[in-house]
């Protein structure tokens, strides 16, 4: 139904800041609910930040929020999280995912994933 692609990772310092985007493939992304999670080597994958399926409904983990903002364009059928205030905590790969089931929250609900860009914040 779709297809996924993360980019705009790096590395930078600790209180900078970085633009992911989530290229969607397919002419569904509108209906879909979108999420983005991390996950650090050792670790489980956990939840970031979510919206509905216009973005004007957001969610995010306590962790990051303040300091992440989601949102989605879907005429150009792009995902976004910018992240200011990085700290090397937030280290990890991000990933994009589109939803299908019932929680914003759990990554069991999501169905379609990207394949996840590396984000790196040095102390």
Known sequence: QVQLVESGGGLVQAGG???LSCAASGRT??????????????????????????GRNTYYADSVKGRFTISRDNAKN???LQMNSLKPEDTAVYYCAARIGLSYYQAA??????????????S
């Open 17 to 19: 800041s970085l633009r």
């Open 29 to 54: 992304f509108s209906s879909y609910a979108m999420g983005w999670f991390r996950q650090a080597p050792g670790k489980e994958r956990e939840f970031v930040a979510a919206c509905n399926y216009n």
């Open 78 to 80: 792009t995902l976004y």
């Open 109 to 122: 609900e999501y169905a379609y994933w990207g394949q996840g860009t590396q984000v790196t914040v040095s």
